[in-house]
């Protein structure tokens, strides 16, 4: 065959034998895949060479290796062990009987329905979407079964677990041991040396966590009814960043109106290990929860065990009697309605006139924010309010069993003397915030600080760039890498903060020589502009996607949120601070609302305006202004019938009320002849066309197909407008590797590092003919169609899937034949995969030729297409087909 002398019989002869020694190696692989199993368990634990190759990095970084204990450093496992255990059997231990009662009713309760409805009895098929909700893998708790397990073999033992499962809510009470945990330690801080800077996380038991899981899905949708707009996480809605938003608008306004105020942020210690179970109880009576829901939760508590994990050993088993389980499905949800009774309590207090929060323009007053166990406190400044805080907390401790850590908590005075605050933060031990400071991770306050976090930004994603990723990750694992964690590693700052023109610069670079695998310290030759990469597949490109298309989408979202009137706290926050019309906000100020107004107009001026793409769905009128709304048409009428407009005396009307009657009703006076009454008319017969219903107006973003705001769909939007086109989308292949995609993209492009290429950009070499022929230049459309080698390669492609041979001389060419092919689109799809393949494996024996001492041989190419190409597409297809399909009537292979 390597002299040119071969039949088909031959070939396919060939090809029987080889994937006979396939099917061999992969039962080879097999075998010793067990038997690394059997050396596990036999040399696992022991000091061997194979030991330390299992374990990975990161298991070696939270290896305790020793901490101290009694100011002495102590190394003895046992010795450690106790150390922990005596720690968290004291933190868990049960609190004093006394404490502090709640004496007053909350506003807010649970309707019948709702507790009913918590208090149904549990199917079998909520206990099994319960388990199907949990991930896979999870680390297991003492009993050693993973979901996965569950899942495999639920038609075996499903009636099994859902017994134990109903054995509680017909009980209130586990069965023994099922209550039971390890817990796992992640050191809070580097280098941790001290047992206080491990936080422990649970890793409950299966039956444990369905159980907490279908009483957190119960509790889900009815807990939003509960909590205030004051805190903002673990409620569907609610957005995270809000808090940090808001802080900043009240900020700068502070400062614009030389208003003295505090901002007082609280740090609670060991807040989820804390909490006294009697106090959440009682709270939980007080939101109206039913007697059977509080003796499932009771169940849920109590009769809990734990032993620590160090190292992998579990430390002896004690017993819980406050606190929730870090690791609960639950113990969010009951968190935070803790918080609510505080919130409540803190309510009363700024009634009675103890306590002055910030006084907004209107009616709104703010005085706290929650999220979690992250509080900030905000209110005039006086030492009456800080008092007042302290008080209020200390009462709160004695209630709840949640003390706040005063060393760590912070204070910080708005248009007060630097000293006034040292001497207010001395008084109650606590520290002092600068102007700018961090909040739920985001930085507030100051610009300079902005541009210290994007400074952090750069070196996350530096870091994230670690050298031997570049090394070891095929072009394709970075294209993920790119598209999946770095897109998400700067998320958080972009979605407040408009990114300087500089950062976007230095992030895209990293991002660009990340992608085309270059170290950040050393220079290669880039082949494919960048820009190029960015664009949308269907523009050509690799749909990467800009930091600048996203940075902008994720500003927009908080100007489309504001439009739309969600109703949530921020709204009411910016509508109070700039007016509830968004084209009366002013665009001049410093604050990062105005900073957002400024870019929407930006964007306008360089060909996308936002605000002509929001527009409101009519149902029956009443929430929708008729002049100023865009709810008919393209603008609103107010700007499509100016003339009108000032005759109206009523500009605020609804529309269903100027449909109630004649339009010009309210007008100051009759529209006169000529070019008034033709207007007239026109309004008139455009309202003929308008019927309202009985639904509700809303909101739609016509950017999008549903009319619902989405980031992604706005960013691509952003990025089709301003990133460069190509006439021909580019061309993506399910069945194979992203590597050969992104290969024959680049091959499509003309940015290999052909002979011709390399001579274009300066590069000497000895010759620029081909080195596999010699005979013509080394092009891209030669070296993949018109060389020799190429042409014998694609006729064979051809003969196997039983097609008439073609002579090609370009890709164009190449790609009209493949649309011209009678084939589904499936089978047609894995054909122009398998063409792919061959482009790959031609380059790659190229390379063979110009880079090894060795030549290759020529017979290994189809081969190794036929192999690889089926591997990879079979893996890749969710349906099955065989090797004798493939090889014979791959055409006719069912997908």
Known sequence: MDRGVFDDDTVFRRFELKHKLLNVSEMESKDNFQKSKVKWAVEGDENSKFFHGIINKRRAQLAIRGIFVDGFWETEPGM????????????????????????????????????????????????????????????????????????????????????????????????????????????????????????????????????????????????????????????????????????????????????????????????????????????????????TWCNWIRGTLTSAKASILINGSPSKEYSCHRGLKQGDPLAPYLFILIMESLHLSFNRVVDEGLFKGIQLPGSLSLSHLFYADDAMFIGEWSNENLSGIINILKSFFLA????????????????????????????????????????????????????????????????????????????????TLLKSVLGASPIYNMSIFKVPTGVLKVMESIRSRFFNGADQSEKKVTWVAWNKVLASKKHGGLGVSSFFALNRALLLKWVWRFVSQDGSLWYKVIRALYGSSVETHSTSLSSNWCSIMREVNKLKGKGFDFWSHCKKRI?????????????????????????????????????????????????????????????????????????????????????????????KEIRNYIDDLFLPHQAAQTRWIKYIPIKVNIFAWRARQDCLPTRVNLIRRGITIESSLCPVCSVCEEDVCHIFFRCDLAQLVLRRICRWWGLDPHDWSSFQEW?????????????????????????????????????????????????????????????????????????????????
């Open 80 to 291: 450690i062990k106790d150390a922990f255990f005596n720690h968290f059997a004291s933190r868990f231990k049960e609190p004093a009987n006394h404490r502090f009662k709640l004496n007053f009713e909350f506003n807010k309760k649970l309707h019948q329905n709702q507790m009913e409805d918590l208090e149904r009895s549990v199917s079998r098929d909520e206990i099994r979407r319960a388990v199907w909700s949990c991930g896979d893998n999870k680390s297991p708790g003492p009993d050693g079964f993973t979901f996965e397990f569950f899942k495999k073999y639920w038609d075996c033992i499903g009636s099994d677990f859902c017994e134990a499962v109903e054995y509680f809510f017909v009980n209130s009470s586990f069965s023994k041991g099922c209550n039971s945990s390890f817990v796992a330690l992640i050191p809070k801080v580097m280098d941790a040396k001290f047992v206080n800077d491990f936080r422990p996380i649970s890793l409950i038991g299966s039956v444990y966590k369905v159980v907490t899981k279908v009483l957190a899905n119960r509790l889900a949708p009815v807990i939003a009814d509960l909590i205030s707009d004051t805190q903002s996480a673990f409620v569907a809605g609610r957005q995270i960043l809000d808090g940090p938003f808001i802080l900043d608008e009240i900020l700068h306004w502070c400062k614009r109106k030389n208003k003295k105020a505090m901002f007082f942020k609280v740090d609670f210690a060991k807040a989820y290990d804390s909490v006294r179970w009697d106090y959440l109880l009682e709270v939980l009576e007080a939101f109206g929860f039913g007697r």
């Open 400 to 479: 709840s069993g949640l003390q706040i850590n005063i060393l760590k908590s912070q204070l910080l005075g708005v248009c007060v003397p630097h000293q006034v605050v040292e001497q207010a933060a001395s008084l109650i031990g606590c520290s002092i915030m600068s102007n700018k400071f961090r909040y739920l991770g985001v930085m507030v306050g100051e610009y300079s600080s902005r541009i210290k976090a994007w400074d952090d930004v750069i070196l996350k994603l530096r870091s994230r760039l670690s050298k031997w990723k570049v090394k070891t990750l095929s072009i394709g694992g970075r294209l």
């Open 619 to 711: 149902g029956n009128g009443d929430d929708s202004r008729f002049w100023f709304d865009c709810w008919i048409g393209d603008v609103p009428l107010r700007v499509k019938f100016p003339r009108l407009f000032a005759l109206d005396l009523n500009k605020e009307a609804s529309v269903a009320v100027k449909l109630s009657a004649p339009i010009d009703i309210s007008f100051r006076r009759n529209a006169r002849g000529g070019i008034e009454e033709h207007l007239l008319a026109d309004l008139t017969s455009l309202m003929d066309s308008v019927t309202l219903s009985n639904s509700g107006d809303r909101w739609v973003c016509d950017l999008v197909s549903d009319g619902n705001f989405r980031v």
């Open 815 to 895: 790609q009209s034949w493949i649309l011209s092919i009678q084939f589904s689109s499936k089978v047609k799809a894995m054909l122009e995969g398998v063409f792919f393949v061959s482009w790959w494996f031609i380059w790659n024996f190229r390379n063979r030729i110009i880079f090894e001492e060795s030549p290759p041989r020529r017979s290994e190419i189809f081969d190794a297409i036929v192999f690889c190409a089926f591997n990879w597409c079979k893996s890749r297809c969710h349906t099955t087909f065989s090797w004798d399909d493939w090889l014979k009537n791959p055409q006719f292979i069912s997908l």
